[in-house]
């Protein structure tokens, strides 16, 4: 069973299109983020959401709109793609409290905006 | 400069050798350390994580964190070639729940 599972894996699109990814945990935890990882394998946070309220809101262009309908849920919608959009995004989730405030990832959405 | 540094590698060691990875951070209000797995096409996975200065081991393991000094390290002893993968070195507690990484070490053991 996964634990922080993401969807699609793969994405492939145009510039100009607009896509989404999705993202649910199991884990029961109360905070969800996602991450970007460029091509030289930095992860940078993008947004937290704990509870399903933003937390965390890094600097990032307001084409891409978090949302969460609820804790298990944290989607990621991207207005007007761009060459420079195309990275590997990984959801994670958390536990306020927990060991570390650990994280957990996804497997990764690798998007390539051609 | 980056709030964490990490050699980027490649790192390459024959099977059976004691691999050897670190970091350094400028931020002192880091509190809580870990260190991460990247295989190739994969999400990263958790390690090892620790709060304290000194050292931690879980099995082949040893995670070691020196606060004085800004500087944390992962010891991984008879390595294998499973062991191939990029470690990330992540630290955490300056800003609630935001884990701040390191570029991430690329290993490779070889047989």
């Known amino acids: 069973d996964t634990a922080v599972s993401q969807t699609p894996k793969y994405l492939v699109t145009q510039m100009g299109n607009d896509k989404s990814i999705k993202c649910e945990q199991n884990?029961?935890?109360?905070?969800m983020y996602w991450y970007k990882q460029d091509s030289k394998k930095f992860l940078k946070i993008m947004f937290s959401?704990?509870?399903?309220?933003?937390?965390i809101n890094e600097t990032v262009p307001n084409r891409f709109s978090p949302k969460s309908p609820d804790k298990a849920h944290l989607n990621l919608h991207i207005n007007s793609l761009e060459l420079g959009d195309s990275a590997v995004y990984f959801c994670?989730?958390?536990?306020?409290?927990?060991?570390?405030?650990?994280?957990?990832f996804g497997e990764g959405s690798w998007l390539t905006v051609v | 400069q980056k709030e964490v540094e990490q050699d980027p590698g490649p790192l390459s060691v024959p099977e059976g050798a004691i691999v050897s990875l670190n970091c350094t951070y400028s931020?002192?209000?880091?509190?809580?350390f870990m260190w991460y797995r990247q295989y190739s096409r994969k999400g990263p996975e958790l390690l090892m994580y620790t709060y304290s200065s000194g050292n931690k081991e879980d099995g082949r393991f040893t995670a070691q964190v020196d606060k004085s000094s800004k500087y944390i390290s992962l010891f991984i002893r008879d390595s294998q070639p499973s062991d191939s993968a990029t470690y990330l070195c992540a630290i955490g507690g300056a800003a609630g729940n935001k884990l701040t990484f390191g570029g991430g070490t690329r290993v490779l053991v070889k047989p």
């Open positions: 959401y704990n509870n399903k309220e933003l937390i």
């Open positions: 994670a989730s958390s536990q306020t409290g927990g060991p570390g405030n650990t994280i957990y």
């Open positions: 931020n002192s209000a880091f509190q809580y």
């Open positions: 884990l029961g935890h109360d905070t």
